[in-house]
């Protein structure tokens, strides 16, 4: 695998999604909670999607249940209580594994790019986003207390080059 763009997988209907389709874009992933102390970042990854979405920003979310089992609903669920509760319209997906065996191919590899602290290979919460650049390489990995409206500025620079 040479990028993001290599990947696929299943949106939250259950669909199954190329990231081919996102070549050329900026992309910010993140792996989300509905029941997570940080699970208000929510709005703040929807602000940041319409403030950037015409210049070229997704922002993708992958709801996972690894962490104290902050995700417990199905998809539909899931999607229903993201759009009720904070407007979410940017691209959701399938519950996903992020750490272990069952990994999702994707989330090792955004690990291995950009990994957390002193070189660790998990990732140790929900809501850790990684910054992706329009040639599907990850530009920057962020910590679950990270505010979204935070990353704009990098997101900037990345739009611009």
């Excluded at 040479?2 to 910010?28: C, H, M, N, S, W």
């Excluded at 950037?52 to 249940?65: I, W």
Aim: charged share 25%; hydrophobic share 35%.
């Amino acid at each position: 695998m040479t990028g993001v763009f290599d990947f696929k997988a299943t949106d939250i209907k259950g669909e199954p999604v190329d990231l081919a389709q996102y070549r050329g874009k900026v992309l910010l992933i993140v792996n989300t909670a509905s029941a997570c102390m940080f699970t208000p970042q929510y709005k703040g990854l929807e602000q940041v999607y319409q403030q950037f979405r015409d210049q070229g920003v997704v922002v993708l979310g992958f709801p996972c249940n690894q962490f104290r089992e902050q995700e417990r609903g199905s998809e539909a669920e899931i999607g229903a209580f993201c759009e009720r509760n904070f407007g979410v319209t940017f691209p959701m997906f399938a519950k996903v594994d992020v750490n272990g065996e069952g990994a999702h191919p994707l989330f090792r590899y955004l690990k291995k790019e950009k990994p957390g602290l002193l070189g660790t290979g998990l990732i140790k919460w929900n809501f850790t986003k990684f910054l992706v650049g329009k040639d599907g390489r990850v530009v920057k990995r962020y910590s679950p207390t990270t505010s979204p409206r935070s990353i704009s500025q990098d997101i900037e620079k990345l739009l611009l080059a």
